[in-house]
């Protein structure tokens, strides 16, 4: 039996921009993105705002059962009232409770994939993510994987750019590792002039115990990246959040798999709380 976390006292200015990205195939980047909402989100001193900023692909839309019709282009284009963040029939609401604490959450779609990337406007997608953490305490970004020039890279640049904090998910296979290597070093370089200073953390899929000191050594310290955590694989666990439609964590706090993804919202929630 766990106790319930108190969540962090309110701060002053916008709510806090956590982006998660995942390398190009690398599995679970759309369920770690759901469950740290879920895990940091129940230490925020505020509402939660959880959006799928893949546009391309729409993952986290799928993985999570939003109402189909609901995309990010019907959000941006919709009339809405002044004091809302987009038009309320394009926000997928949703109450998660489970024995360490209770979330409520809104969920924004993406653009369901795959295929080509919707016609969305980044200054109109920043302007709505400006809109969310006016009002939540914490904003949690789905970012797709492709990065310019490619289709969809110039708008997922730009949530990068706007983080106050980075969850790069990786997976513990050669080619996980190998797309890895290649592609968080595009990124960096890219990030170098539009967000140096915002944390980065690493969060690896699939990890086999024996494999921590390798990649920490080999992987991720030649890019000054921290690993947050490691997370086993529960086919069994990930199949029951799909079919409740809500993250691991709130599903399964049992699994092997929620233990570290719990730790990790207690870590990112003292980075961007304090």
Request: neutral net charge.
């Amino acid at each position: 039996m766990f106790e319930r976390t108190r969540p962090h006292p309110a701060r002053p200015g916008p709510g806090r921009l956590l982006a998660i990205w995942g390398t190009g195939g690398s599995p679970g980047c759309s369920a770690t993105a759901a469950a740290l909402a879920a895990t940091v989100g129940r230490r925020a001193p505020g509402p939660v705002a959880l959006l799928d900023g893949d546009l391309c692909r729409g993952g986290l839309t799928h993985l999570l059962g939003i109402a189909p019709g609901l995309t990010l282009g019907a959000a941006l284009a919709l009339p809405r009232r002044d004091d809302e963040p987009c038009a309320a029939e394009c926000v997928d609401r949703r109450d998660w409770a489970w024995g360490r604490g209770a979330v409520r959450a809104s969920l924004i779609p993406g653009e369901p994939g795959p295929g080509a990337p919707g016609e969305i406007d980044v200054d109109d997608l920043l302007a709505l993510v400006d809109r969310l953490r006016a009002a939540h305490a914490l904003v949690v970004v789905d970012v797709g994987d492709e990065l310019p020039p490619r289709a969809g890279g110039e708008g997922h640049l730009a949530l990068l750019a706007r983080a106050d904090a980075l969850v790069v998910v990786a997976q513990d296979t050669a080619v996980g590792r190998h797309d890895f290597t290649l592609e968080y070093r595009l990124l960096r370089d890219r990030l170098a002039a539009l967000n140096p200073t915002a944390p980065r953390r690493a969060v690896v899929n699939h990890m086999h115990g024996g494999h921590i000191a390798a990649w920490k050594r080999e992987v991720l310290a030649p890019v000054q990246l921290e690993l947050l955590t490691q997370v086993p694989h529960d086919w069994d666990g990930a199949s029951r959040a799909r079919a409740r439609r809500a993250p691991l964590p709130v599903v399964d706090p049992g699994s092997p798999a929620s233990a570290p993804l719990e730790e990790a919202g207690g870590r990112l929630a003292a980075l961007l709380f304090g």
